[in-house]
Nanobody, 116 residues
Framework: QVHLVESGGGLVQPGGSLRLSCAAS????????MRWYRQAPGKEREPVAT????????SYVDSVKGRYTISRNNAKNTVLLQMSSLKPEDTAVYYC?????????WGQGTQVTVSS
């Protein structure tokens, strides 16, 4: 079955950087778009970044453009989210997501806290 496991979250000061990783299994990873979402306390989950199956096309929510970079390693079934110039408003639980056969699959999430 589809399984997604995020890692790499933590506490970072404003202006700092973190790299999140999502390890995927149970499906043909290189055939699917992968997405990162985040959910801040008291807010709805929002899409942050998307990457095409071969990594040639990416898109970002406006609030992270120029600061976040999504990438993937199809040989390792991994999708990454490099985050820099982090702001307190980036604090959230970050999730990776894939849609396979019309069904959404989510990881358990990884907490990112940006605070001094």
């Amino acid at each position: 079955q589809v399984h997604l496991v995020e890692s790499g979250g933590g506490l970072v000061q404003p202006g700092g950087s973190l790299r999140l990783s999502c390890a995927a299994s149970g499906f043909t990873f290189s055939a699917y778009y992968m997405r990162w979402y985040r959910q801040a306390p008291g807010k709805e989950r929002e899409p942050v970044a998307t990457i095409s199956p071969l990594g040639s096309v990416t898109s970002y929510v406006d609030s992270v453009k120029g600061r976040y970079t999504i990438s993937r390693n199809n040989a390792k079934n991994t999708v990454l989210l490099q985050m820099s110039s982090l702001k307190p408003e980036d604090t959230a639980v970050y999730y990776c997501q894939v849609i396979v056969g019309g069904a959404e699959y989510w990881g358990q999430g990884t907490q990112v806290t940006v605070s001094s």
